[in-house]
């Protein structure tokens, strides 16, 4: 199996620069936002840039879970490997792993600066530890729904799909997110929905001819 993590690794790690490339950037952003508020002066910059950024980042984890499958059909990859008595389940467990992993590099050390910087910069209110964790959670969530998008386009002919998916999620979740907030509800929607993303990747991936 680590084998198997190594080589996905390998064979993706643009994405995990891109992940930790981005982690820095969304850091810059929050520090200019938590330690520059004033609610008499919106953050417009910081805002203004880190939407783009967001939405780069979106299609990029998109971008991964669909390469991972692509190539994998395309080059006949999993075909190779079960020649070496690796099952499927095996490798389709790997990309997922890997897929987690570059998330984990994108957030969590934002999710620690976050933490630190609410610290230095804000009361000690208990509320704001408990905050940046719900919101943690809900982010991520939000981004394994996006790679789970990927994983089942990823068998597609057509680029585009993988792209389009990510955007109709998007269209989807942030309404729900500026209407619910960052709680249980949206938590518990984006779970389900990952669920279903997966148990359906792995139908395919199990059923379908290497």
Not at 36 to 55: M, Q
Not at 144 to 168: H, R
Not at 187 to 207: E, N, Q
């Amino acid at each position: 199996m680590f084998a198997l993590i190594k080589r996905e690794i390998q064979d993706h790690i643009a994405y995990f620069i891109g992940a930790a490339v981005f982690s820095v950037v969304f850091i810059i952003i929050s520090f200019s936002l938590i330690s520059r508020y004033d609610h008499r002066k919106p953050p417009v910059f910081s805002i203004g840039f880190g939407v783009p950024a967001a939405t780069i980042v979106i299609f990029g984890i998109c971008a991964m879970g669909a390469t991972q499958m692509y190539l994998d059909r395309t080059r006949k990859i999993s075909a190779l490997l079960s020649t070496l008595a690796v099952s499927r389940n095996q490798i389709l467990l790997a990309k997922i792993i890997t897929g987690i992993l570059a998330i984990l590099i994108l957030f969590v050390p934002l999710t620690i600066a976050a933490g630190i910087l609410l610290r230095l910069f804000t009361p000690p209110v208990p509320m704001f530890t408990g905050m940046v964790l719900e919101i943690s959670v809900v982010v991520f969530l939000m981004a394994f729904a996006c790679y789970c998008i990927g994983l089942q386009t990823g068998w597609n002919s057509s680029p585009v799909t993988p792209s389009l998916g990510a955007l109709f999620l998007t269209c989807i979740l942030i309404p729900l997110i500026l209407i619910k907030g960052f709680g249980v509800h949206i938590a518990v929607i984006l779970v389900l929905f990952i669920v279903a993303s997966l148990i359906r990747t792995w139908h395919t991936f199990m059923k379908t001819s290497l």
